[in-house]
């Protein structure tokens, strides 16, 4: 090392704590080190001691922690005191340490040699496997049979890292009498998935991340001789973060020191107030099992903070001071701080205000953030903390617009990046051409900007498509093309040409190489390259592919199909592809979740959308509850003291939150929420009010909103209308001619007017989904059962079936697709036509009018006004009344049944387009003048749903409702014949729309609707 001297100088700078836990090298010793105490410096400074006062060597010291930037400020901070000698000092983190173990040892570990680490979209194949091939009654819903898949392999994960295998979870099952069944029995699902899921490892020569360290263990309890080397060569142990060790590394750790009990040299660091990555309810169990292992350990408690002002100090300590379950309340010990930072401030350090949007709100942030820079802050230390990573987006966009450079903390899902969706749209129309089912993806695909088509070009291509009835691939080779006079043919059918050579390409080379040649013929990579921000771009790039080059070289014989099929499963079940961090020192504004913030500092802190059910107080969404006794100190048996856990665990992230604050920390929130789908009103969160009010300074609210809102109308525009040529209005011009409104395309364009142009204009291709297959196979099976009923046939539920089944047939399925909606469709069907089996069976007279009637064609034409041509199809209309002419319009829906106030739109997020859709048939009747009937009643028959009975709502429409209706398709005629087709400013909606991706590659941006009706 370097000399005594050196180490005496830096011994004279420690206090009284950090010295004691220097000098305490011999015996079990727990560090309570809250945040700002010095704790590295501390712990590198104990490891000097050792090789300084004992005949150790550096080998015969480990050094374990949480992460690999742990493992990086260790090493560093040890190199600036020691020199060199530092880098023969074991610091690693409990999984490089196994790791170490594993490749150290290969005649002991098969897995040294043999079989490789699972990667993400390997794992996910897997379990899409296990569900797919287990009869899983709860765990495997229809429609969503991988409802369950993403919480399954977060709770395998789990029960693994507490080194919890399948024989012993199996235990805990069977021994959890006062589990509910329910919860019960998806424990004993969960089961069969784990014990599938390690046979699939094995037989694929794959292992988790989590098994490294159970290898280790178990290898150690089964070869004595290879623990005892490992157990002769480490003499002093040093663990930091022990709060955030699971139950595996705990137990690692145990069987290395227990060579040396009752009394050995292990040193372990950690605060269980600032415990935020162990699994619910697993804050302090590793800190209670060593004090119950070594009751006599000497136990030290760092009281000063080198960070914070006093009165942050103070604010956080009252916050955490609520929770009951802390080290200071079981061991008494004293954890209260004194901050050592010499700028204390006599005015508050805390603000907060509540904003009336979350608009205003991100508004405020980011000028007082620019405020800061103005007055010459350093950017890096600024930083706004967030709970979520989606709620990054708004304040992101805000920042953007203001100016301010920020770093938004590395882990963003690549997978809903623009770039890798622009990406995985060419590889799915390279793919999908083969089963000719490209259709929406090239239309798609041809709209991106790397390809430079015309947008013209494009639209008359899918008219021509539409037409006669091609796909779009099949348009663009059509010997009549030319007909359609596009601009540049040339560039569509040479792309045309770049996919087929691709396809070709993809089954006779490897992946990798395949992608890279598409990415760079197609002019895909180019096109990055040449954009403004190509680094940050190629970073997301660079962190795709990396993904895809370890799959493949796990899997040599990947396919396009695979890769893609993979692709899927990790999207459609809310899994991603993390970009990586790039390890830079940036000199702007940080912008991180609570969780990412652990272990940075700022000078300046920023706290938004601090509201209930956020930030406390939140749902318990736990899909499958693992049995309360894989902890053994802490109460989980119910759902109050599960409630508890929950809030005390929110309350500690909270607590590392203001604890990254050196002077200054601002907190608010809006009494309205902008969402990805909707506008929510909120209060801010219970630990507001534990934070004291006279260390909390309240932001003048009506100022700011008072002068934000003509700046917010200014910054916040709503998306313009894309500019549209003479010719594109000629086209759509031609496309109307014959146009016939129906209640769908009345829907559509109400929802958004750029919809309706694709569907209804453009006729873009279509892909039916499922719910769209099984509805139509339950609409046909009805109808032929209504006409049996209609001429006094008894009609048998095997009649429906069958008949149901038949129709399916007509639809492109798999044969697995087509038993799970067989199955799904007869399950409906027989609940269905037991609830009404008297108008099944009737054979007397009955009331059907008629079953499947068209209007707008043949010699049924209703006009409204006598120029609005309206067209449509009734499912059945009943006779109520033959004197009076009086009948009822039925129509049937499939999907999830609405309440009534859903129908009628009388809830917050409701569009009543069903509602309006049973008007717009009255209308069609009242208008139809081959008709003598009046619509006494409506009736929307919900055939039923998995998680739903059958059941009917019946209206009586007024003719106020109709003259809405009259007055809506007045001004929506109007506006299609004025050519309006601008993209909704609700884009709420956007989400499940099938457009998104041609709509926004970049992803959807807030609803602007909301944002320029502030209302200030």
Known sequence: MKDAKSFDLLYKGLNVDQKLAVSSIEGPVMLIAGPGTGKTQTLTMRIANILLKTDATPDSILALTFTESGVRAMRERLLSIIGNTSYYVNIHTFHSFASEVIQSNPDEFIIATEIEPLSDLERIHIFKEIFDKLDLKILKPFNSKYYYLRTAISKIQNLKREGIDINEYKKYISESDEMPEKDKEKNVELSKIYELYESKLKSYGRYDFEDMINFVIEKFKTSPALLQKYQERFQYFLVDEFQDTNSAQAELLYQLSSYWDPNPNLFVVGDDDQSIYRFQGASIENIINFNNKYPDAIKISLAENYRSVQKILDSAEKVISKNKLRISTLLKISKDQKSNVKKEKKENCISFGEFSTSYTENHFIAQEIKKLLEKGEKPNEIAVIYRNNADSEDIADMLSRMGIEYTLEGGENVLESGIIVRLLHLLRVIYKIRIKDEDLDLFTLLNYEFLDIKGLDILKLSRFASARKLNLFEAISHSEIAESKLSDLKSLKTLVEKITLWNELSANTTFIKFLEKVMDESGFLNWILNKENSYELLNKLNSFLSEAKRLNYSKKNLSLELFLDYVELMVDNGLGISEKTVDVETKSVKLTTAHKSKGLEFKYVFIPKFI?????????????????????????????????????????????????????????????????????????????????????????????????????????????????????????????????????????????????????????????????????????????????????????????????????????????????????????????????????????????????????????????????????????????????????????????????????????????????????????????????????????????????????????????????????????????????????????????????????????????????????
């Open 612 to 1016: 209930d059910k956020k930030w406390g107080n939140a749902i318990n969404r736990d899909l499958i509850k693992l049995p309360a006794s894989i902890l053994k100190t802490v109460d989980l048996s119910n759902d109050k003291a599960i409630k508890s856990q929950l809030e005390e665990d929110e309350r500690r992230l909270f607590f590392v939150v203001l604890t990254r604050a050196k002077e200054k920390i601002t907190i608010t929130s809006a009494k309205s929420n902008q969402t990805a789908k909707y506008q929510k009103s909120a209060i801010p969160s219970l630990f507001l009010y534990e934070i004291p009010d006279d260390e909390i300074k309240q932001i003048d609210i009506q100022n700011h909103e008072e002068s934000a809102s003509e700046i917010l109308k200014q910054i916040l525009s709503p998306h313009k209308a894309e500019e549209v040529t003479v010719e594109e209005k000629d086209f759509l011009k031609d496309s109307l001619k014959n146009f016939k409104l129906s209640a769908s395309s009345l829907n559509s364009y109400i929802a958004c007017p750029y919809k309706f142009k694709l569907e209804y204009l453009f006729r873009t291709p279509q892909q039916k989904i499922r719910a769209l297959i099984l509805g139509s196979a339950v609409h046909s099976a009805l109808e032929k059962a209504n006409k049996d009923i209609k001429l006094k046939k008894p009609v048998l539920v095997e009649k429906v079936l069958s008949d149901f089944s038949e129709a399916l047939k007509l639809e492109i399925l798999n044969d697995s697709e087509f038993s799970e909606i067989e199955k799904e469709g007869h399950s409906i069907l027989k609940i269905y036509h037991e609830a009404y089996k008297e108008e099944f069976y009737a054979e007397s007279e009955n009331n059907l009018l008629h079953v499947e009637k068209f209007f707008g064609w043949g010699f049924s034409r209703p006009l409204l006004d006598n120029k609005i041509h309206l067209q449509g199809k009734v499912d059945k209309i009943e006779l109520l009344d033959k004197t009076s002419r009086e009948i009822k319009i039925v129509d049937y829906k499939t999907g999830k049944p609405k309440s009534r106030n859903e129908i009628l739109g009388n809830t917050q997020n409701s569009d009543a387009a069903q509602y309006r859709q049973l008007l717009f048939y009255k209308l069609l009747i009242d208008l139809d003048t081959t008709l003598n009937f009046k619509v006494r009643e409506v009736e929307l028959d919900y055939i039923g749903h998995r998680s739903a009975a059958p059941k009917r709502e019946n209206f009586t429409i007024t003719e106020k409702d109709v003259e809405s209706l009259k007055e809506t398709i007045r001004k929506v005629t109007e506006d299609i014949k004025n050519l309006k087709f601008e993209k909704t400013t609700d884009t709420s909606v956007c989400a499940m729309c099938k457009f998104k991706f041609h709509c926004w590659p970049d992803g959807i941006p807030a609803p602007t609707n909301v944002q320029l009706n502030i209302g200030l």
